[in-house]
């Protein structure tokens, strides 16, 4: 368990914002795999930014009325029967003391504990997010509420999500995220060093992905932040390929979007290199072109930039590019005004990164684009994506790449945080060469 004062901060934040608001929290539920075996568990991103709590099973209500006790944790109660087969918990003093909790409290409690501290809010704010029972306990509650505020006055006239608030703390990201963030990528990076090292053509694709999520655990990440993609040749051009389960051609491409989900947090990167260590000439005509926009996008995200902005740039040196290389036919100005570069660039250029690998947070703002600000971390992901039916010329054809790396914007410019994940054609040729020789 981190410093319980980086949740405290983050609850009183919360706190100033809602007034006489209040937050009431279900931790993630358990998810059911088959029959009686569960998924993995991983508690809800904005319950653990506010708590710090991993566990299932939970619940909080973080209330500015309650001045005495303003941060109540439910947790599963101690229960010797069922910890020989669950892991063990801990006591409601000792779950007061790790997470700096007000009160813990048995999470039967919850429910009564909730309805009692609607009746005195102005707001109720809930987690809006997959757990439906949740919800609908909520607005039965609030009903509840509401039925007798017309002769009591006052009282929360509707639910509002935590997001509304949590988000936009979330998309600003302090030392101690930063910190972990690059842990998580440090262990991802070495993954796709890994990956390049080892790939022959005759694997499966499947085996890179073992190589690379055996080295996440090993290193102490939970697993990977999201299904981990490692596509060759044709396959690289599905944008959310995660089969892996084909043949490595001698010739192919490999796309691999994989990274390490480190203390809750993600990385996010992409690397792209031919499966016999030399790319040929039409790959590389299309990688450059690719590497050359990543690389721009990136030297032009500071504070002051929009992030629509960066999507701008990346267009027009993608359009630019395939126009040059013989990709797309006509001027770069029609292309962008008619769209016909959809055919091969088809997503954003990026997305917010953090606790969810695309993290909550705002693209805009009162219809506008968001301004980045210092604390801002997100992805920059060009990439071309030639289908082997395309209409294309036949160099290009069965072609998927995309670079992707993952920046933080600082009071100066940025930190990319992945600027060590090899991407240049020859670090990548001589990586694979001296790992084969
Ligand atoms: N790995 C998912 C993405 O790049 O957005
Ligand atoms: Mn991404
Ligand atoms: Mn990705």
Same mark, same amino acid.
């Given at each position: 368990m981190n410093n319980p004062n980086i949740y405290k901060d983050r609850r009183e934040k919360l706190m100033q914002s809602m007034g006489k608001g209040v937050a009431i929290l279900k931790g993630a539920p358990q998810q059911t795999r088959t029959n009686d075996t569960e998924y993995p568990y991983r508690q809800d991103s904005d319950f653990f930014y506010l708590t710090g709590y991993v566990e299932p099973g939970a619940a909080c209500i973080i209330d500015p009325n309650n001045?005495?006790?303003?941060? *109540?944790?439910? !947790?599963?109660?101690?229960?010797p029967k069922k910890e020989v087969w669950t892991g063990w918990r801990l006591s409601f003093e000792e779950t007061v003391q790790q997470y700096g909790a007000d009160q813990a409290l048995d999470i039967t409690e919850f429910n009564n504990s909730a309805l009692k501290a609607m009746?005195?809010?102005?707001?109720v704010y809930t987690n809006l997010n997959h757990d439906r029972e949740h919800q609908h306990?909520?607005?039965d509650q609030l009903r509840q509420v509401r039925g007798a505020v017309q002769r009591s006055g006052g009282g929360p006239e509707?639910?509002?999500?935590?997001?509304?608030?949590?988000?936009?703390?979330? $998309?600003?990201?302090?030392?101690?995220?930063?910190?972990?963030?690059?842990?998580?990528?440090?262990?991802?990076?070495?993954?796709? !060093?890994?990956?390049m090292q080892v790939c022959i053509p005759g694997l499966h694709e499947y085996q890179l992905q073992a190589v690379m999520e055996s080295h996440f655990v090993f290193e102490g990440a939970s697993g990977p932040a999201y299904t981990s993609i490692v596509a060759s040749g044709d396959n690289a051009t599905v944008l959310h390929y995660i089969k892996n389960d084909a043949v490595i051609k001698d010739g192919d491409l490999i796309l691999i979007d994989a990274a390490a989900e480190y203390e809750m947090y993600a990385a996010d990167i992409t690397r792209t290199f031919p499966a016999n260590g030399k790319f040929s000439e039409p790959q590389k005509a $299309?990688?450059?072109?690719?590497?050359?926009?990543?690389?721009?996008?990136?030297?032009?995200?500071?504070?002051?930039?929009?992030?629509q902005e $960066?999507?701008? /740039?990346?267009?027009?040196? /993608? !359009?630019?590019?395939?126009?040059?290389?013989?990709? $797309?036919?006509? *001027?770069?100005d029609e292309i962008i005004e008619t769209a016909s570069y959809q055919d091969y660039f088809m997503h954003k250029t990026g997305h917010w990164m953090g606790l969810d690998v695309h993290d909550m947070g705002m693209y805009m703002l009162d219809g506008k684009s968001r301004v980045l600000e210092p604390g801002m971390v997100f992805t920059v992901e060009p990439g071309i994506y030639v289908?082997?039916?395309?209409?294309a010329p036949e160099r290009y054809r069965g072609i998927g790449i995309r670079i992707e790396d993952d920046i933080l914007i600082t009071e100066n410019g940025n930190k990319n945080f992945t600027e060590a994940v090899p991407k240049e054609i020859s670090e990548i040729e001589a990586l694979m060469g001296k790992a084969k020789s």
């Open positions: 001045q005495d006790q303003p941060f *109540t944790l439910f !947790v599963l109660p101690q229960d009746t005195q809010a102005s707001n306990k909520m607005l509707g639910l509002q999500s935590i997001g509304s608030i949590v988000h936009n703390m979330r $998309l600003i990201k302090d030392e101690h995220e930063i910190a972990i963030i690059q842990k998580a990528v440090d262990i991802s990076h070495e993954a796709h !060093v890994k990956a $299309l990688y450059s072109v690719i590497l050359k926009a990543q690389k721009a996008v990136i030297a032009a995200a500071k504070p002051g930039v929009t992030f $960066l999507h701008d /740039l990346d267009l027009r040196l /993608l !359009v630019e590019g395939m126009v040059e290389i013989g990709l $797309l036919e006509g *001027t770069p289908n082997s039916n395309s209409d």
